[in-house]
């Protein structure tokens, strides 16, 4: 049987003594380390949570802006080609506008011309006739 003397004591002693050796230079050290390790990995897991967050707040309004950037392009486009279109319009009424009076100078300088053969003609009339006469007749007139 089991005896009870100042040995199981010393025992006993030894054994809190060496838990609590074992504990204070190895298990404390390990346990801070590992409370250490964990923490930092919670910081970087909330820190990735956080930087993909971001990721996806950017590339939202990312796509946002391009989306307005596309749709402000399109407003500029349909104004400028609006703008094109009066400009156009514009430049070819001015075209018309200088054709039409060019085409009036070009009649007026025209019925000037055949006016001015009409009245020479009317001029020069009797002096044909009478030249055709004689050269028809062979004789004057």
Do not use: C
């Not at 010393?10 to 404390?28: C, E, G, S």
């Not at 390790?37 to 993909?52: H, V, W």
Request: proline share 1%.
């Amino acid at each position: 049987m089991v005896s009870l003397n100042a040995t199981v004591f010393i025992q006993i002693i030894n054994f809190l003594v060496l838990i609590w050796a074992l504990n204070t230079v190895f298990y404390k050290p390990i346990r801070r380390i590992l409370s250490q390790r964990n923490e930092k990995i919670s910081g970087l897991e909330k820190g990735i949570d956080k930087f993909e967050h971001d990721a996806v707040e950017k590339d939202l309004a990312l796509k946002s802006g391009i989306k307005q950037a596309r749709e402000n392009g399109l407003r500029n486009k349909e104004d400028l080609e609006a703008e094109a279109r009066e400009e156009e319009k514009k430049i070819i009424e001015k075209i018309n506008e200088k054709a039409r009076a060019d085409l009036e100078v070009i009649r007026a300088k025209i019925t000037r011309e055949a006016e001015s053969a009409r009245v020479t003609l009317l001029k020069e009339v009797d002096g044909f006739a009478d030249d055709i006469s004689r050269r028809i007749l062979g004789r004057a007139v």
